[in-house]
């Protein structure tokens, strides 16, 4: 898995079963750096996919983004991810985070402190794949002598990152995590502002997420991004407008519109291509080496449009 800055690729949460691995393969074979899965409520589990992924390739780096903390004692959490080291060195980044709000408390699980908990649990997590013994009350979770046995130990432990927002959160991934993975929308001005608040005091990973959509014809790369670009400006998303130069023109059209999709239609062209990585393979690469500029380290690409294998094809253009 690289170090240097990366162009990855993410596995659509909702890609038939039948189309999973030819997906993970055609993203090696295309010469993405890093595959990565996510976790959503309702979905696929996170650790089945990533060993299914790996197993399934030969070079590939996966990473899950994002493990809602809650979701898993810290102990049981630790061992998958120490599983998935030893089994797969050097291949994997596991991403942790709150989980959304809504779906942690459908699921039961949403931690009445949630800022302490994911603190408490990273550092657990940590702690335990570093191979030491806890004893106490960790993220909600009375440990006594808790280890993991040294045999099930990775000899390099998978680098674990926050998928978080907001400042408190993205200080505590500056404090105790390896890296920050931020969701889409992710542009230049968003990555400054979250880095400062980050504020890491070393080397620190910065993942961004983007809807992608590439085509020769820049216009047909935006029309395949606009539908995905539908639930920007829900109060979720605020710190990622903020730091935009039209981020009161963008609430004001968001206000005026009457649905999500007189919403996408309305949006500026230049608007889309700066909220999604949308245009011909040059223009998208330019925009890549902006946010590369800004401090990311691993640009993940989402695939817009309805036809995920091939949309792969699309975006491998930019490599």
Known sequence: MTAT??????????????????????????????????????????FAQAAAVLASTERIGVGIGILPAASRNVAFAAMEI???????????????????????????????????????????????????????????????DLRLEPSSLPETSPPL?????????????????DGTVLAEPVTPEYVVAAREQIAAPGA?????YNLAAVDQDPNAAVTTARPGLEWIGEPDWAPHL???PFAAEFAALRA????????????PAEWVQQLALAGTPAQVRARIDELTAAGVTS???MPAGPDPLAALEQLATVL
């Open 5 to 46: 800055p990366s162009i990855s690729v993410m596995l659509p949460r909702d890609l038939p079963a039948h189309q999973v691995l030819d997906y993970a393969r055609t993203a090696e074979r295309t010469g993405f750096d890093e595959l990565w899965v996510v976790e959503d409520l309702g979905f696929r589990g996170g």
């Open 82 to 144: 120490a599983t998935l080291g030893q089994l797969f060195p050097g291949r994997v980044v596991v991403g942790i985070g709150h989980g959304m709000p809504g779906w942690m408390r459908q699921a039961g699980c949403w931690p009445e402190r949630p800022l302490t908990f994911l603190n408490e649990y990273t550092q657990g997590v940590r702690a335990l794949l570093a191979g030491d013994t806890l004893t106490g009350t960790v993220a909600g979770a009375s440990l006594e």
């Open 161 to 177: 990152l926050l998928g978080v927002r907001g400042p408190r959160s993205l200080a505590v991934s500056g404090r105790v995590a």
């Open 204 to 208: 620190h990973r910065v993942v961004a």
């Open 242 to 244: 903020a730091p935009l």
């Open 256 to 267: 005026d519109c009457a649905t999500r999709q007189e919403f996408t239609e309305r949006l």
């Open 299 to 301: 640009n993940v690409l």
